[in-house]
């Protein structure tokens, strides 16, 4: 009976030094943090941050005119702690997920109220309720020098990503 105890606790304490491993071996991207102050409000994006690697970025590995999770790995966070203007919209003070619908002429911003999944479903569909949809907003994506990896902002100039060769910027105060 002890010899069962004993093993089953080895096997116990080698499962749970296992588990970490196998939650961060799914993360293949760094993940970054932005942190800025606009117009008052303290604004953070977290997201994954995928690297081009010699790829087809946008309408070849992120396909044009479909829900992407703007980002690697879990969907990409966005908080305020104070309401601001994102194109001319009000977005409430909080923490949300960000999805992008980008075209070859104008991207979709979704800031959706659920938060904590993981950025698709399988089969690559991105993975919000659109009935959470709080607000959505557009920009004009334009040519921008050579960015490797993806990256956001969120300053004076607006709020966006810009990733190998374009950006889309939203005006936000």
């Known amino acids: 009976m002890k010899r069962k105890l004993f093993l089953s606790s080895v096997l116990l304490a080698a499962a749970s030094l296992l588990v970490p491993f196998a939650v961060t071996a799914q993360r293949v991207s760094p993940h970054d943090t932005v942190t800025s102050v606009v117009s008052g409000a303290n604004i953070k994006i977290t997201y ?3 690297a081009v690697k010699g790829r087809q970025i946008w309408g070849g590995l992120v396909p044009y005119d479909k829900a992407w999770r703007g980002g690697a790995d879990e969907a990409t966070l966005f908080t305020t702690d104070k ?13 949300y997920s960000v999805f992008v619908i980008p075209s070859q002429n104008q991207w979709t911003y979704i800031f959706n109220s659920q938060t904590g ?6 089969g690559g569909v991105a993975n919000f309720d659109e009935s959470k949809n ?10 921008a020098p050579m960015a490797e990896h993806l990256t956001y902002q969120a300053n004076d100039e607006g709020f966006g990503l810009h990733w190998e060769n374009l950006e889309a910027l939203v005006p936000i105060k």
């Open 48 to 50: 994954g941050s995928p």
């Open 83 to 95: 309401d601001i203007m994102l194109g001319g919209k009000k977005l409430p003070a909080g923490t």
């Open 117 to 122: 999944q993981w950025g698709i479903k399988q």
């Open 134 to 143: 709080v607000l959505t907003v557009t920009a004009t994506p334009k040519q």
